[in-house]
């Protein structure tokens, strides 16, 4: 099961911190991503951190570079992804997401994420 928590609103250039946290399974083997979905658009990739397989890489959307920091705690079953210089285009419910088999090449895929927690709002405020 994964849950995630820390949205909410805050004022353009502003930062968030949103936490993942995952029981069950062995957390280190799994990729865990975030996602966001705004009202009528499809879910997008934000970040990932690979599992310990593929030595805990971590991706970002072109969109969120520089501007986003993911991160995990194998010890506390928690990924966090750090949230600065925000802008109103970050609004969107936002999922963390998790998979064991994950390859490279499809850590920006929703559809390849078995497991999702439930989202958490974020609002950016202009």
């Known amino acids: 099961q994964l849950q995630a928590c820390g949205g909410g609103l805050v004022q353009a250039g502003g930062s968030l911190r949103l936490s993942c946290s995952a029981s069950g399974g062995t957390f280190r083997s799994y990729t865990v991503g975030w996602f966001r979905q705004a009202p009528g658009e499809e879910r997008e990739f934000v970040a990932t951190?690979?599992?310990?397989?593929?030595?805990?890489?971590?991706y970002y959307a072109d969109s969120v570079k520089g501007r986003f920091t993911i991160s995990r705690d194998n010890a506390k079953n928690t990924v966090t992804l750090q949230m600065n210089s925000l802008k109103p285009e970050d609004t969107a419910t936002y999922y963390c997401?998790?998979?064991?088999?994950?390859?490279?090449?499809?850590?920006?895929?929703?559809?390849?994420?078995?497991?999702w927690g439930q989202g958490t709002q974020v609002t950016v405020s202009s």
């Open positions: 997401a998790a998979d064991s088999r994950l390859i490279l090449s499809s850590v920006s895929t929703p559809k390849e994420y078995d497991y």
């Open positions: 951190v690979t599992g310990a397989r593929n030595g805990y890489r971590t």
